[in-house]
């Protein structure tokens, strides 16, 4: 039984800012120059106590539905409505319970409200998960646990069996680690339309902030050695620049230890589209011979498709024709919470964490594959896997956040682009920023605005809030050390817009037009 048997939510209420990108993210069928970005305040009780929790997030457009058709106001608004509408789920929820049941009250309720507006579930969840993060948050400042311990130990009252049946009597302390990790290993990732050397950037309008724009500056001031590459469905423009890409990264020193991932972002439409480019890279003896540091494929295959197990198993068979087949994973397919199970039945390794997608459903998908691996040994087949993947983390409180669950969770390689294209704290006010950037000083540091494309290393000093990276790896023990969801200090965004005014919402997305025709 869990300790927290009585929490009540309390109030809730949602806040906005507009943030913009300091370079275009190019992935899938979206070209990302600016957002919204939410935070989400929750206050919860429990015999005569009260304490508050947050959770935030940008709004990316052409992630949660992937609508070539609509525009970008009309993707941030159904981001909007499924907040709101979680928003209201939590109020009315019910009088009492374990954190994890009144989880499963609001998710619950939320896909059903989303099922009668014809909402795809990974976007009905997105607003259910920001209630999931603030309300973990509330609890765990209430009771002075850090989440790690509180998870460890079971507090929220997590029922792994309420997501998958076969997990009856297993607590989520079997599968996560005995400490958090305390520091990450970054894996960077490389957008379609990057600029990849100094050369590059020659042409285009790039920044000259301080922080290194080309993966030729992101590899020399970073130390970075692991990597994500976006892929598109062109074969030819993707073994042109996966050529251009594997040339820049063998330049760097190392002694050939650099890995990566392909994230397709669900550009093939159909199995044999992918097979069509994977056996060109296979016939490529450049790109034969470097894929051999591939570590997995994230969902290459469209929503629409990625789940026919016979069809999955099949392009398996014809793909072992053309040499090794990659182990490879689902990201956007994975949008109800007990999915990884079917996708491991269709022949996927794994999924994918983010915070978008859901805590509870994490700390469940990583029990069901540490069972899962114990089959897969005795059949001397490899563990699942459960990789940490981005989607534009920034701030005080979202990438605070997303590391602090990744840690709890053991996952100790992470692909991190928010700090990239965006610049650091810079779009937050100081009464957000500094409180993050003065308790986080292993995770944040300070850097000069200076000339993009010098090679060295930014000077640091009193200047832009960015994400402290050395030899690849972020240090984030300081998120483990106070109660709460990470962020050592409650963030107040009260003096934000609110995202509930429809005129603050309005003038959120007019800072945002840089032009008539984007909206």
């Known amino acids: 039984m869990s300790a927290w048997s009585n929490i009540r939510i309390v109030g809730v209420k949602a806040y906005v800012l507009p943030l913009r990108a300091r370079m275009p993210f190019r992935f899938g069928i979206s070209c990302v120059t600016r957002v919204p970005h939410v935070i989400v305040r929750v206050e919860v009780a429990e015999n005569g106590r009260r304490a508050a929790g947050v959770a935030a997030d940008n709004l990316m457009p052409k992630w949660f539905t992937k609508s070539p058709d609509t525009t970008f106001r009309e993707d941030v608004d159904e981001l909007r409505e499924s907040i709101l509408s979680a928003c209201e789920v939590a109020r009315a929820a019910g009088e009492g319970g374990t954190v994890f049941a009144l989880w499963h009250e609001v998710h619950g309720e939320q896909l059903r409200r989303g099922d009668a507006r014809g909402w795809p579930h990974l976007l009905a969840n997105f607003g259910a998960s920001l209630i999931e993060r603030a309300l973990i948050d509330a609890a765990c400042r209430l009771h002075g646990l850090t989440f790690h311990d509180a998870l460890v130990r079971n507090f929220p009252g997590i029922r792994l069996e309420a997501i998958y049946p076969e997990l009856e009597g297993t607590a989520p302390a079997e599968a996560v680690p005995s400490g958090p990790v305390s520091h990450m290993r970054v894996r960077h990732t490389i957008g379609l339309t990057d600029p990849l050397t100094r050369e590059d950037l020659k042409a285009g309008d790039w920044p000259r902030d301080g922080l290194p724009v080309c993966l030729e500056d992101v590899i020399a001031c970073h130390g970075i050695r692991r990597f994500k590459i976006k892929v598109s469905d062109d074969t030819g423009k993707n073994i042109d620049r996966l050529r251009a890409i594997a040339a820049v990264i063998d330049a760097a020193p190392g002694d050939g230890d650099a890995v990566f991932t392909l994230d397709g972002n669900e550009s093939w439409r159909t199995p ?139 996952i100790d390689d992470l692909e991190r682009n928010g700090h990239h294209y965006f610049a650091g704290l810079g779009g937050f006010p100081p009464e957000l920023r500094e409180p993050a950037a003065r308790h986080h000083a292993d995770v944040f540091t300070s850097v000069v605005a200076g000339g993009a494309g010098s090679g060295e290393a930014p000077s640091h000093g009193d200047g832009l809030a960015t994400v402290r990276i050395v030899a690849g790896r972020i240090e984030c023990a300081s998120l483990h050390r106070r109660p709460g969801l990470g962020p050592a200090e409650l963030a107040n965004p009260s003096a934000l817009p609110s995202l509930e005014n429809d005129a603050d919402w309005a003038a959120v997305l007019g800072a945002l037009a840089a032009s008539p025709d984007e909206d």
């Not at 490529?284 to 470097?290: A, E, G, S, V």
Request: neutral net charge.
């Open 272 to 410: 044999e589209a992918f097979e069509d480019f994977w056996c060109s890279a296979m016939k490529d003896t450049i790109l034969k011979n470097w894929f051999r540091r591939l570590r997995f494929v994230e969902q290459p295959l469209h929503r629409d498709c990625a789940l026919d197990g016979e069809g999955i198993r099949a392009m398996r068979e014809r793909l072992r024709g053309a040499g090794p087949v990659p182990p490879v994973i689902i990201d956007e397919s994975d949008a109800d919470t007990d999915t990884l199970a079917r996708a491991l039945a269709a022949g996927y390794a794994g999924t994918t964490h983010k915070n978008c997608k859901g805590v509870f459903k994490s700390v469940a998908n990583l029990a069901l594959l540490h069972r899962r691996a114990r089959r897969l040994a005795s059949r001397g087949e490899g563990a699942g896997i459960l990789s940490g993947e981005d989607l534009t983390n920034v701030g005080p409180v979202a990438l605070l956040e997303d590391l602090c669950v990744a840690g709890a969770l053991g």
